[in-house]
C-alpha cells in the first residue's frame, strides 16, 4: 500500500509516495538521491545508515519511511553549513579517522549525535556519575557511545582523537 509522505531531509522538504514498507534509508538513497547514508548490514547492526531523526541518532535501515515524516532527518551532508564542513567533518579528515571511507558519513553523524547526548547530560553504559548534568567525553566514553558505529578498516584508533578533538572545541572535554 502506497502512502504520501513528506520528508524533511537536510533542510529540504520533499514530496514522496513510498510503500508503507519502505524503509528511511531506502527513501533516502533509492528515492531521494541522498547517498549520504549507507546500506551497510541493512539490519542496524553496523551504523552505515545513521542519521540523526529529530537529533536523535538512529540506524535509518530499522526506521520506516512513514515514520519519519514531520521530523528532521539530518544526514552527515546535512551537518555542514553555508557550504562550510562541519567540525567533525574537518577533524575526521586531519585524523585520518576513515580509511575505505564508506563508513564515515554515519560514523561523522552518530559523532554529532554523542556530543549533542553528552551536552545534555545523557549517561552511557560506562559514564561514572549517571545524574549529572553533563557528560565529559573521555576516550571511554567515546568509544561506548560510538560503539553501534563500525569500520572494517579498524580506523578506531583514528575516530576516536576524531571526535574528542571536536569534544574539547565544544567543552565537552575534562
Known amino acids: 500500500m502506497d502512502n504520501e509522505i513528506t520528508l524533511r531531509v537536510d533542510g529540504a522538504v520533499t514530496p514522496l509516495?513510498?510503500?508503507?514498507?519502505?524503509?528511511?534509508?531506502?527513501?533516502?538513497?533509492?528515492?531521494?538521491?541522498?547517498?549520504?547514508?549507507?546500506?551497510g548490514c541493512d539490519h542496524g547492526q553496523c551504523g552505515a545508515c545513521t542519521v540523526l531523526l529529530d537529533g536523535r541518532r538512529v540506524?535509518?535501515?530499522?526506521?520506516?519511511?512513514v515514520t519519519a515524516e514531520g521530523q528532521e532527518v539530518t544526514t552527515s551532508d546535512g551537518l555542514a553549513a553555508d557550504g562550510q564542513p562541519h567540525a567533525l567533518h574537518r577533524s575526521f579528515v586531519e585524523h585520518d579517522a576513515y580509511?575505505?571511507?564508506?563508513c564515515t558519513p554515519g560514523q561523522i553523524t552518530s559523532a554529532a549525535g554523542v556530543l549533542?547526548?553528552?551536552?545534555?547530560?545523557w549517561p552511557s553504559a560506562v559514564s561514572e556519575d549517571l545524574v549529572a548534568e553533563r557528560t565529559d567525553l573521555t576516550d571511554a566514553e567515546i568509544r561506548e557511545r560510538m560503539s553501534g558505529n563500525l569500520c572494517r578498516c579498524a580506523a578506531y584508533a583514528n575516530i576516536v582523537p576524531a571526535v574528542a578533538e571536536?569534544?574539547?572545541?565544544?567543552?565537552a572535554r575534562a
Not at 540506524?59 to 519511511?65: H, P, Y
Open 59 to 65: 540506524n535509518s535501515c530499522l526506521v520506516l519511511a
Open 99 to 102: 580509511q575505505c571511507g564508506y
Open 116 to 121: 549533542a547526548e553528552a551536552a545534555q547530560g
Open 166 to 171: 571536536v569534544a574539547t572545541e565544544q567543552g
Open 17 to 39: 509516495t513510498v510503500d508503507t514498507r519502505t524503509s528511511l534509508l531506502d527513501a533516502l538513497r533509492e528515492r531521494m538521491g541522498n547517498t549520504s547514508a549507507k546500506k
